[in-house]
């Protein structure tokens, strides 16, 4: 690219000169990518900076919070929670919502995050990331509560994540395509580094946690099944596998290059629709694939018309190549898949 484009400078050609986005939002996704350059530097400490292992508590889910997931929510909420931008906010590792004290001035947008995604992989090197959704506040709210977040993905204003790894990279949709933001560390800014990504729709590979297997149900077998007999098979070719086990990272390789990723329901807790969460994990990440090009379901709908009914919804997720996912899908309509 031959002249730099600075995030702030995009954004504010957004507002002024497309008219895309309103003043507020703008300013709202300068803090929000100003939060996870703080994360970024956080977790670039390691080892020196404390920041690793367990806080030695669990958060709403059951599951345990690690110093990074606390620390990353803390970043989020002090520098969005007085910007003038926000109602309130939502996160993975808060069981309520988070209304903007009476003492900032209030805004119109509903922030919700997963200020770690990729938890496991903290410890150990491997990419993690920060994902977030932007929501509006519905007209006719009148005070803030946690049902006026209940609204579908479809209802996103902006949506996003920023993956710490070989290089901190924020990749963010405002509803016209995906655009790639890298953190140039010497200049202390995110930089436009590709626009319009789209994603194949044909692909040879595949993410879903394989440890799994003999949980799932049959529309995810018969596919895996499928790509697992290569040539030989009914697919007449072969596939590779990845597994990163952070989210951020999955989807990320999957905007660059294709793919398709699935973490779907399965018998370990059948009362459950799936492990990743619908409003700050699914939900996001479903619009950036469908923005680029490709699509993202349950097995039955569209991810981003499911009706949420609670802030900490799980999901069933089949996202990435366009092919691929509708073939996925089609196996769970033949097979009246319940999940
Ligand atoms: O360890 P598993 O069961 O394969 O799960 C991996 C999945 O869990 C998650 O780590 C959940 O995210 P959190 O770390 O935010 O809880 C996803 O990013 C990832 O795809
Ligand atoms: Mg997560
Ligand atoms: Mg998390």
Same mark, same amino acid.
């Given at each position: 690219?031959?002249?730099?484009?600075?995030?702030?400078?995009?954004?504010?050609?957004?507002?002024?000169?497309? =008219?895309?986005?309103?003043?507020?939002?703008?300013?709202?996704?300068?803090?929000?990518?100003?939060?996870?350059?703080?994360?970024?530097?956080?977790?670039?400490?390691?080892?020196?900076?404390?920041?690793?292992?367990?806080?030695?508590?669990? #958060?709403?889910?059951? %599951?345990?919070?690690?110093?990074?997931?606390?620390?990353?929510?803390?970043?989020?909420?002090?520098?969005? *929670?007085?910007?003038?931008?926000?109602?309130?906010?939502?996160?993975?590792?808060?069981?309520?919502? $988070?209304?903007?004290? #009476?003492?900032?001035?209030? &805004?119109?947008?509903?922030?919700?995050?997963?200020?770690?995604?990729?938890?496991?992989?903290?410890?150990?090197?491997?990419?993690?990331?920060?994902?977030?959704?932007?929501?509006?506040?519905?007209?006719?709210?009148?005070?803030?509560?946690?049902?006026?977040?209940?609204?579908?993905?479809?209802?996103?204003?902006?949506? &996003? $994540?920023?993956?710490? =790894?070989?290089?901190?990279?924020?990749?963010?949709?405002?509803?016209?395509?995906?655009?790639? !933001?890298?953190?140039? /560390?010497?200049?202390?800014?995110?930089?436009?580094?590709?626009?319009?990504?789209?994603?194949?729709?044909?692909?040879?590979? !595949?993410?879903?946690?394989?440890?799994?297997?003999?949980?799932?149900?049959?529309?995810?077998?018969?596919?895996?099944? *499928?790509?697992?007999?290569?040539?030989? =098979?009914? +697919? =007449?070719?072969?596939?590779?596998?990845?597994?990163?086990?952070?989210?951020?990272?999955?989807?990320?390789?999957?905007?660059?290059?294709?793919?398709?990723?699935?973490?779907?329901?399965?018998? +370990? *807790?059948?009362?459950?629709?799936?492990?990743?969460?619908?409003? $700050? %994990?699914? #939900?996001?990440?479903?619009?950036?694939?469908?923005?680029?090009?490709?699509?993202?379901?349950?097995?039955?709908?569209?991810?981003?018309?499911?009706?949420?009914?609670?802030?900490?919804?799980?999901?069933?997720?089949?996202?990435?190549?366009?092919? *691929?996912?509708? /073939?996925?899908?089609?196996?769970?309509?033949?097979?009246?898949?319940?999940?």
């Amino acid at each position: 690219m031959s002249s730099r484009i600075s995030l702030t400078r995009y954004l504010v050609e957004k507002q002024r000169v497309d =008219g895309h986005i309103p003043g507020q939002l703008r300013l709202l996704l300068e803090v929000v990518a100003r939060a996870c350059k703080r994360i970024s530097f956080e977790v670039n400490k390691g080892d020196l900076g404390h920041v690793m292992g367990s806080a030695g508590s669990q #958060n709403v889910q059951g %599951e345990v919070q690690k110093k990074l997931d606390i620390i990353a929510n803390e970043v989020l909420i002090e520098a969005n *929670e007085w910007g003038g931008h926000l109602a309130a906010m939502a996160s993975e590792e808060m069981e309520g919502i $988070y209304v903007v004290p #009476n003492r900032y001035p209030q &805004g119109e947008y509903l922030l919700l995050f997963d200020p770690l995604d990729g938890s496991s992989n903290i410890d150990v090197n491997v990419s993690i990331g920060t994902i977030f959704s932007v929501l509006k506040m519905p007209d006719d709210a009148s005070g803030v509560s946690e049902k006026d977040f209940l609204q579908s993905g479809r209802h996103q204003v902006a949506a &996003g $994540y920023c993956v710490y =790894g070989p290089q901190t990279t924020l990749v963010l949709t405002v509803g016209d395509g995906v655009h790639v !933001f890298t953190l140039d /560390r010497e200049q202390g800014s995110f930089v436009l580094t590709q626009e319009n990504l789209r994603i194949p729709e044909d692909t040879k590979e !595949f993410a879903i946690n394989m440890s799994n297997m003999r949980h799932w149900d049959s529309p995810v077998r018969r596919y895996i099944g *499928e790509c697992l007999a290569g040539k030989e =098979g009914p +697919r =007449g070719k072969d596939f590779n596998m990845r597994w990163i086990a952070s989210m951020v990272a999955d989807v990320h390789r999957i905007l660059m290059r294709g793919g398709v990723f699935m973490y779907p329901w399965d018998k +370990r *807790e059948p009362n459950k629709p799936g492990k990743l969460r619908l409003m $700050y %994990e699914a #939900n996001p990440m479903s619009w950036l694939v469908e923005q680029a090009g490709g699509a993202a379901t349950n097995g039955r709908q569209r991810i981003l018309e499911v009706q949420p009914t609670q802030l900490h919804e799980r999901v069933s997720v089949i996202l990435g190549s366009r092919n *691929e996912v509708e /073939r996925v899908t089609q196996y769970h309509l033949e097979a009246g898949s319940a999940t």
